[in-house]
């Protein structure tokens, strides 16, 4: 479970006054398993209450608990051993592009300190997850898309997390491949339980995999909806 108590995030802006809300302070609770969108216009701040899920942004004020932990007491090594149990993905997939698809994978297991043979066994697990088994030695330039973004959902869900947090994840995809990445997420919810919490700016995106979603505008949530149909994507 994720709640964020009256956290807040403040940037220096060079008109108003000074400062300004980038995230109001905030307050809402994602149950484990659920799918949550945040929506709404480039600028209202989705992102930024993403990335103070994990810590990404260090909030101004505020708590942020997950699983029961307070993460903004923790200590760094701490918070790094917490971020384990939540995983991102990224609109730009974030692969680093001279390590083969496994190595991506590994990366997260091998800062773990996993053993090597440990490793490759997750690794091929996680490849299978995301349907990607047979794209093991490949680099990420001979990916597609949608098997980029598949390959940061691998790499994602390697140390096992409770939670992922996803930025745009289908915003750089075409619809066909939007699909493949979205039914991934889905089949990860579905069987794992794992939380998801995503950013969009696309509106059937949300309508297809989301359970309840956030409207944010200038750094507020302004309304929380249940949804209802999930809709199949063409
Ligand atoms: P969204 O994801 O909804 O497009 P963001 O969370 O990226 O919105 O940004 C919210 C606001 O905070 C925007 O006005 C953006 O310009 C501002 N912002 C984001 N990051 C920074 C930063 N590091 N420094 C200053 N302003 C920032
Ligand atoms: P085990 O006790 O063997 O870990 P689990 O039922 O916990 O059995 O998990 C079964 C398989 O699913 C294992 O391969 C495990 O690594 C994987 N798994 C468990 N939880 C997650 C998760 N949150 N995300 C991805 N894979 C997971």
């Not at 609109?91 to 083969?100: A, R, Y």
């Not at 066909?176 to 990860?188: A, G, M, N, Y």
Request: proline fraction near 4%.
């Amino acid at each position: 479970m994720i709640v964020l108590d009256q956290v807040y995030k403040r940037y220096s802006h060079p008109d108003q006054n000074g400062w300004f809300d980038a995230v109001h302070p905030t307050s809402l609770t994602i149950d484990q398993g659920e799918v949550f969108g945040l929506i709404g216009f480039s600028g209202a701040g989705k992102s930024t209450l993403l990335r103070l899920i994990n810590l990404l942004e260090r909030p101004d004020g505020g708590k942020v608990i997950v699983d029961g932990q307070n993460l903004t007491s923790l200590s760094t090594a701490q918070l790094r051993k917490a971020r384990q149990n939540i995983g991102m993905i990224f609109q730009q997939f974030n692969l680093l592009s001279n390590l083969t698809v496994a190595d991506n994978v590994a990366f997260p297991l091998k800062i773990a300190g996993w053993s090597t043979a440990d490793i490759n066994k997750r690794v091929k697990e996680c490849l299978a997850i995301v349907d990607l088994e047979d794209r093991i030695n490949h680099y990420p330039a001979q990916l597609s898309g949608g098997q980029k973004q598949r390959v940061g959902i691998a790499r994602a869900l390697a140390p096992s997390p409770h939670v992922i947090l996803a930025d745009e994840p289908t915003s750089a995809l075409d619809p066909f491949t939007t699909r493949s990445v979205l039914d991934c997420l889905k089949e990860i919810n579905k069987q794992f339980g794992v939380t998801i919490v995503m950013v969009t700016h696309e509106m059937q995106v949300i309508r297809n995999i989301c359970n309840r979603a956030a409207l944010m505008e200038q750094g507020k949530i302004v309304e929380i909806a249940e949804i209802k149909d999930h809709q199949i994507l063409a």
